[in-house]
Every structure is written in C-alpha cells, then in structure tokens.
Nanobody
Framework: QVQLMESGGGSVQAGGSLRLTCAAS?????MAWFRQAPGQEREGVAR???????VYADSVKGRFTISRNIDENMLYLEMNDLKPGDTAMYYC????????????????WGQGTQVTVSS
C-alpha cells in the first residue's frame, strides 16, 4: 500500500506561480499529477517514471515542470504562468503496474489540493 499526500495548492492571480508537493510513503517508479475541474473529467497533467523523460499534457507544456526527490519519496509540480483554465483540484497518483501514462486507472491517489487562478 502507498499513501500519497499533496500540499501547496492555493489561490493566485493569472500569471502567478505555485509549487505542488506530493509526499509518498514509499518509492514508486511511475508517478503523475492529474487535475479535475468542476463538471470536468479528471485529466493527466504530467507524469514521470524513473529512467524516462517526463511527459506533459499539451495544455501545460512550457509552463509546468514535474520533478521528484527519490531519496525522500517526494514528487513536485512547478506551475508557472498560471491561467484561469488551470483552476482545478490537483491529485498526485502512482502506479506499480500497467502503462505509465495519462489513463486514470492509477492504483494510488492522494486526497487532492485545490488550485484557483483568478483573472
């Protein structure tokens, strides 16, 4: 079993920045950030896998950066140039089997942290 806990959400104005943090109870190779806005489906934002290049959703490329500290089992999402369309609940996710992509069938999820961007 893996526990994931996100932090770092908040309210910012458009153009601002936030850094999300996910603390994992143990190391898992495939980890990702997802988000879900009210009335919308959950969507993948960025994912990372040990030994592989990070992958980003087109909507956040060039603005968001996913990184991790393997020694401390921490996952980060640096978000710059935030837009109102980035407003959503952001979730940390991890999986031990299957494809490390943006399908939402991850086995482990955090509780989420809210990001609100005002214009």
């Amino acid at each position: 079993q893996v526990q994931l806990m996100e932090s770092g959400g908040g309210s910012v104005q458009a153009g601002g920045s936030l850094r999300l943090t996910c603390a994992a109870s143990r190391y898992i190779s495939c980890m990702a950030w997802f988000r879900q806005a009210p009335g919308q489906e959950r969507e993948g934002v960025a994912r990372t896998i040990s030994g592989g290049a990070p992958v980003y959703a087109d909507s956040v490329k060039g603005r968001f950066t996913i990184s991790r500290n393997i020694d401390e089992n921490m996952l980060y999402l640096e978000m710059n140039d935030l837009k109102p369309g980035d407003t959503a609940m952001y979730y940390c996710a991890a999986r031990t089997q299957g494809i490390c992509g943006f399908r939402t069938d991850y086995t482990h999820w955090g509780q989420g942290t809210q990001v609100t961007v005002s214009s």
